[in-house]
C-alpha cells in the first residue's frame, strides 16, 4: 500500500506560480499511475493532471491545459504539479493520487490511494 505526502500549496496572486511535490513511500512507485486533483468548496474534486507509470503519456483538464504541468521522478518516488498563470478560479484543495495500474485515468473513482492534501489559494 502507497502514502502519498504532499507539500507545496500555499497563497499566491493571480498570475504566480506554484509547484506541488508529492511523494510516495511504501510501495513499488513505478508501478503506479498518479494523479493531482483539485476540490473547491461547494465543487465536486476533478482530476486535474495525471500522468502514466513512466510520464511518457499525460493528461490535462481543459481549464489548467498550457498551464499547468504534471512530471514525476522514479528514482525519487514523487510526482509533481507545475502551476503557472494561476487564476482565481484555481483555488482549491490539492491533492495527489494513486492508481495501481500503469495506465492513467481521469476520473477520482479509479485512484485507490490519496494523500491529505494541500492548500492553494490565488488571490485577485
Known amino acids: 500500500q502507497v502514502q502519498l505526502v504532499e507539500s507545496g500549496g500555499g497563497l499566491v496572486q493571480a498570475g504566480g506560480s506554484l509547484r506541488l511535490s508529492c511523494a510516495a513511500s511504501?510501495?513499488?512507485?513505478?508501478?503506479?499511475?498518479m494523479g493531482w486533483s483539485r476540490q473547491a468548496p461547494g465543487k465536486e474534486r476533478e482530476v486535474v493532471a495525471a500522468?502514466?507509470?513512466?510520464?511518457?503519456?499525460?493528461y490535462y483538464a481543459t481549464s489548467v491545459k498550457g498551464r499547468f504541468t504534471i512530471s514525476r521522478d522514479n528514482t525519487k518516488n514523487t510526482v509533481y504539479l507545475q502551476m503557472n498563470s494561476l487564476k482565481p478560479e484555481d483555488t482549491a484543495v490539492y491533492s495527489c493520487?494513486?492508481?495501481?495500474?500503469?495506465?492513467?485515468?481521469?476520473?477520482?473513482?479509479?485512484?485507490?490511494?490519496w494523500g491529505q492534501g494541500t492548500q492553494v489559494t490565488v488571490s485577485s
Open positions: 500522468l502514466n507509470w513512466s510520464g511518457g503519456s499525460t
Open positions: 511504501g510501495a513499488t512507485f513505478r508501478n503506479y499511475a
Open positions: 493520487a494513486a492508481r495501481n495500474a500503469l495506465g492513467l485515468s481521469t476520473t477520482p473513482y479509479e485512484y485507490a490511494y
